[in-house]
């Protein structure tokens, strides 16, 4: 997902927040002008966004509007994915029978 997104869709994510929620020195920092990597500014916007619904949900209409709605999709399944890989090390490692 990181790969994925650009400014813009920072941008067109928070722009409304800005005044709303007085998150103009946040918003800053995810800009390139940061002199950050772009993968270091996108890990930041993630972990900022995810804090709060009201910017959840308007990441995914941002993400639907640029036709990437298509990376929410994975989302779950991929925290599925981990787990189900987490347990089987788990099981192989001897600490635990399968039924």
């Given at each position: 997902m990181v790969e994925e997104i650009e400014t813009s869709i920072i941008k067109d994510t928070l722009q409304r927040f800005v005044e709303i929620h007085d998150i103009k020195e946040?918003?800053?920092?995810f800009l390139p002008e940061?002199?950050?990597s772009r993968h270091d500014r996108v890990h930041?916007?993630?972990t900022f966004v995810f804090k709060n619904d009201e910017y959840v949900i308007e990441l995914e209409?941002?993400?639907?509007?640029n036709s990437l709605g298509h990376l929410?999709?994975?989302i779950g399944r991929e925290d599925e994915f981990d787990s189900a890989e987490?347990?089987?090390e788990f099981v192989s490692a001897g600490n635990i029978k399968k039924p």
């Open positions: 946040e918003f800053r920092s940061t002199g950050k930041r916007f993630l209409k941002v993400f639907q509007q929410l999709e994975n987490r347990d089987d």
